[in-house]
């Protein structure tokens, strides 16, 4: 993986955020695999493919790319998408792309994330303001997608300060974390709600400490009466999938894979 842009590319283009557009998609059509299947490369989508830049044609599994200028590994907690209605009917359909998050500097890329696509819920979408009725799209309205509510399990390096870490190790810990895929939007918030406890507590734990997150779950299910209940069915489901791991009655460690 060549972490360098093509700069030839943006010969004749004055706009930054043009030449940043073009070099960033190349890159990732020319270096990123597919982390689910393993193919060799991932192809561009079709112009203007709703919620989605890239394919896999071995798999079809869709993908989307959002970049920024920086040198941190640190990820900001809020990252600027498209327009909202679309976001919320592609996520909601369960046929959303997993999305890819990179920082460049100096025309090479410096850190690159994947995350999931079965951890994007209509919670982390934040609709902005409308546009003013003087602007040139009066009354359209876009959307952020709040990266500092994902869980950091499903945050997936794979490229960390500059260097590229091992494919097959990527692919292991997405296909890990994609195994988590529900069938429902409802099932796969509760997923996320209970994950991002989780990760507020320390490496073992306890189900009585979990459930002190009770009155923060009640907030976001208020049609769940049996909150208790559906805490121990995904510490069971993340049991299952290897994500923690049971030590003893009552007693749960994070596993060294989440």
């Known amino acids: 993986m060549d972490l360098r842009f093509d700069t030839t590319l943006i010969k004749g283009y004055k706009s ?23 193919a060799e490369s991932i192809q561009k989508a079709e112009s203007n493919a709703p919620v989605k830049d890239y394919v896999c044609k071995s798999c079809r599994a869709q993908y989307e790319l959002k970049s920024k200028k920086s040198t941190t590994a640190r990820f900001k907690s809020s990252v600027v998408d498209g327009v909202y209605r679309t976001m919320i009917e592609r996520i909601s359909s369960l046929e ?23 951890f994007f819920i209509p919670d982390i979408i934040q609709k902005r303001t409308q546009l003013k009725s003087t602007a040139a799209r009066a009354g359209w309205e876009g959307c952020n997608i709040l990266l500092g509510l994902v869980p950091d399990t499903a945050k997936i390096p794979i490229v960390r300060n500059g260097h590229v870490l091992p494919t097959e190790d990527v692919c292991k810990k997405y296909n890990q974390i994609y195994a988590l895929q529900t069938k429902s939007i409802e099932s796969r918030g509760w997923l996320f709600d209970v994950l991002q406890c989780t990760e507020r507590l320390g490496a073992t734990f306890s189900l009585n400490q979990v459930y002190s997150f009770v009155d923060l779950l009640k907030e976001k299910h208020p049609r769940n ?3 208790e209940a559906k805490i121990r069915q995904q510490l069971q489901f993340l049991r299952d999938k290897g994500i923690i791991e049971f030590l003893s009655p009552g007693v749960y460690r994070k596993t060294n894979r989440s």
């Not at 030449?19 to 998609?25: C, G, L, S, V």
Request: proline share 6%; glycine share 2%.
């Open 16 to 38: 930054a955020s043009q030449q940043a557009r073009i070099m960033t998609e190349e890159w990732l059509a020319r270096n990123m695999y597919c982390p689910i299947c393993g």
């Open 225 to 227: 009466n049996n909150i």
């Open 96 to 118: 959303n792309p997993s999305f890819f998050f990179m920082h460049y500097d100096r025309y090479e890329v410096n850190n690159l994330i994947i995350v999931p696509k079965c």
